[in-house]
């Protein structure tokens, strides 16, 4: 056998295991797909993202009244300085605020500026934890001694950040950089990054011990396209999983920022936690002014963690039925 013949088979071999691993993978998402469309949790939480998410982008176009509109004044209608603030009517169908202003329509215009904080500070945390679990998760695998001492320096800054409380760190992070949107997604995404990177980190030191990297190393080729072309497409699954759960708990802390006084210092804008913060004076009067924005946030939140954990089920070997 010469030596380009042998080189040859090699890279045959090399070919048909990553065909393999990448059948595998459609496969494996195939079946993931089909078992999401069987199960009802999935279904719910499909149906209450896909409602949220044609709301949040399409709503603002259509709302009746202007978010900044305090038209309840205007008319003569609220004086919450007296305590009147009227409820729904055929016009108001979540009635007036305390400035006069149509809920509905808040709510409506609100839901956008909740999905993009939620969305951005994800996408914070994931491309940031992405970064430091992939690079860690490549030298562990891969790089030896060296590697294992990068390795063990990341994950030592990781576990600093996992000691704190998430919703400590989140506040710390927004008061240290001032009140304001940016802040807010700033700071909730900041809080996800040890998770994504302890998973993809986790996720790519199990592949690194696969047939088709052994495969690849033999053959010569370089660790780094190995871990960039290989080892990390087979590793995101759960990494995707985890930012739908993430998604979640995005909305809930920004609201909680908001709702702490950390989030937009403008009011006027509509935004879930600050209506819900802006209602707390007025409980004893109007109670509906907290309920609505309340309600919204846990059903946005139901609707993410459902499809998320039924993702889980279907992706991991382990939790299948």
Do not use: C
């Amino acid at each position: 056998m010469t030596i380009g013949t042998g080189k040859k088979e090699r890279l045959d071999r090399l070919a048909e295991l990553v065909a393999r691993d990448d059948e595998r993978g459609v496969s494996l998402w195939q079946e993931a797909f089909r078992r999401l469309r069987r199960n009802p949790a999935a279904i719910i939480g499909a149906v209450i993202l896909t409602i949220f998410i044609l709301v949040a982008l399409i709503g603002p176009f259509f709302v009746p009244y202007g978010p900044k509109d305090t038209i309840g004044i205007r008319e003569g209608l609220v004086r919450s300085g007296q305590g009147i603030i009227p409820g729904a009517s055929a016009e108001h169908w979540f009635g007036y605020d305390h400035q006069g202003r149509d809920v509905f329509s808040r709510m409506i215009v609100g839901a956008r500026q909740t999905l993009l904080v939620g969305v951005v500070a994800t996408l914070i945390g994931l491309a940031v934890g992405a970064l430091i679990g992939g690079v860690a998760g490549a030298a562990a695998g891969l790089g030896g001694r060296w590697g294992r001492t990068v390795d063990n320096v990341l994950m030592r800054f990781i576990d600093m950040m996992l000691a704190l409380p998430s919703l400590l760190l989140a506040v710390s992070i927004a008061a240290l950089l001032g009140a304001s949107l940016s802040t807010v997604m700033i700071a909730v995404g900041m809080v996800s990054v040890p998770v994504f990177a302890r998973l993809l980190r986790v996720s790519m030191i199990a592949q690194a011990n696969s047939d088709y990297v052994l495969a690849a190393t033999s053959l010569g080729v370089r660790k780094p396209k190995i871990a960039l072309v290989h080892i990390v497409p087979n590793s995101l699954a759960p990494v995707i999983v985890q930012a739908t759960l993430t998604l979640a708990t995005a909305i809930i802390e920004a609201a909680a920022l908001s709702f702490l006084g950390l989030g937009n210092p403008d009011t006027a804008v509509p935004e879930w936690g600050v209506m819900l913060a802006d209602a707390q004076p007025y409980l004893g009067i109007r109670p509906a002014l907290a309920i609505f924005p309340a309600v919204a946030i846990i059903i946005t939140a139901l609707g993410f963690t459902l499809l998320g954990e039924a993702m889980r089920e279907a992706l991991d070997p382990k939790l299948r039925k």
